[in-house]
């Protein structure tokens, strides 16, 4: 299994401002990925984030809005940039388990953002 | 594409209920089939699971069984409680690596004494 620490837990924000969340696994892992959860919506895909390469972005979000790091691979980080009111939302990243392809996926606790 | 299709809610049900939240999908190949479970104010967390046709998840009370033929994965529990008022989301994730879960888009349970 993989333990996975997400910062902040909740933060709210300015408008105009970026936040940067961060994701740290407790294992090395290869894929990591980034979800939105807009109020009483279910989880939207934002985009998968390789070690070493770019970040791969789902249809409607693009990386001048939700840039990705990813140093290694046990961390991640997502950065909300120029946050507007409709930025409020859950943001979670989770991690696929590769010893046990297609049969686990783990989340963090997510980080619960109110931009006002 | 992969999809995930579950009743709508909000479902609203006294303390002892029988609970049925149906969730069906679109996939290719043989995924593997989950219920996550968000209580309120809190993240994400996986509730039960099932990797291939046949299986029955079970956990907390709540059991679910991959049924192939109807390519179906409801969710069940004998008695609710007021504790299990959260948000459910049905899940797939396909088997080849580097596939993201396809989600459902959430019933929301509200258990009453």
């Known amino acids: 299994s993989a333990v996975i620490s997400q910062k902040p837990s909740r933060d709210i924000c300015q408008r105009g401002t970026s936040l940067t969340i961060q994701c740290q696994v407790d294992?090395?892992?290869?894929?990591m990925f980034w979800y939105r959860q807009q109020p009483g919506q279910s989880l939207t895909l934002i985009a998968t984030?390789?070690?070493?390469?770019?970040?791969?972005?789902e249809s409607g979000f693009v990386i001048d809005k939700f840039p990705i790091s990813r140093p290694n691979l046990t961390f991640s980080t997502l950065t909300v940039s120029n946050m507007s009111p409709e930025d409020s939302s859950i943001y979670l990243c989770?991690?696929?388990?590769?010893?046990?392809?297609?049969?686990?996926?783990?989340f963090g606790q997510g980080t619960r953002l109110t931009v006002v | 594409g992969n999809s995930v299709t579950q009743m709508e809610g909000p479902v609203t049900l006294s303390e002892e209920a029988f609970l049925t939240i149906n969730c069906t999908y679109t996939?290719?190949?043989?995924?593997?089939l989950f219920w996550y479970v968000q209580y309120p104010g809190e993240g994400l967390q996986l509730l039960l699971k099932?990797?291939?046709?046949?299986d029955k998840g079970s956990n907390k009370g709540f059991e679910a069984t991959y049924r192939k033929e109807t390519t179906s994965f409801h969710l069940e529990k004998g008695s609710v409680q007021v504790s299990d008022s959260a948000v459910y989301f049905c899940?797939?994730?396909?088997?080849?690596?580097?596939?993201?879960?396809?989600f459902g888009g959430g019933t929301r349970l509200m258990v009453k004494p």
């Open positions: 099932a990797t291939k046709a046949d």
């Open positions: 294992s090395q892992v290869t894929m």
């Open positions: 899940a797939l994730l396909p088997r080849n690596a580097g596939n993201m879960l396809t």
């Open positions: 989770s991690v696929e388990d590769l010893d046990r392809v297609g049969t686990e996926a783990f």
């Open positions: 984030a390789n070690q070493g390469s770019e970040a791969t972005y």
């Open positions: 996939a290719t190949g043989y995924p593997s």
